[in-house]
């Protein structure tokens, strides 16, 4: 074959935290990421649904909360890895601009790679969305 | 040595989804935790408070658990192994039985295994805790 083998789940595992560690997650969406990339949060609005399809999508939420939110520190544990499938645990401290309010929240996500990018991701909270 | 080297974090995670698929949570419990496990939930109340310590409280807590919800399936993914830890995620069917309320619920759960004990459990979930 003239082209590569797809990397593997543990590969694109590494490649993501070594990313998102570097504050370059805008990075990891475009390298790593299928352009049909499902984003599942717990909660949605009109704005922004739980829900969101497509390399364009995920990379506007992304922006979006990168320019709303300052980023004071953030930890990222992992990756915990599995078959097709890998986990990070996310720690951000970060103050949310338009309020003022800085908050500490803690989450998993859940990775689903196919043919070397990643096609899903699912967040898992530990504080309730609605805690302030 | 005479005594066997501790099971290794890939190991312990493999017997607790085993016991896990087979509905033999306390089982797992029993077997593969710390007696100074911790258990990290994302909201306590006076009853249950959000983190609690050792076997007894923990085992407490599944037993109550296990008493007042009607299992109707369960799907345990994983497990997602990373260094000392491992990520396991949860998808339950279940009636309350005093409220008669079924719901389905997705969660994580970041397991910290040491010297071949899980002797942390931390629980994140994709449904906001408060949605009936």
Known sequence: MATA????TASVAQELVTLCRAGRNMDAVEQLY??????????GDE??????TGLEAVKGKNKWWFDNNEVHSREVNGPFVGEGQFAVQYTYDTTFK??????TM???ALYTVKDGKVVREQFYYNVPAERP
């Open 5 to 8: 083998a797809p990397a593997s």
């Open 34 to 43: 299928s352009p049909k990339i499902v984003s599942v949060e717990p909660m």
């Open 47 to 52: 704005n922004m649904p739980a829900e969101m």
């Open 98 to 103: 338009p309020t003022g309010q800085r908050v």
């Open 106 to 108: 803690t989450e998993m």
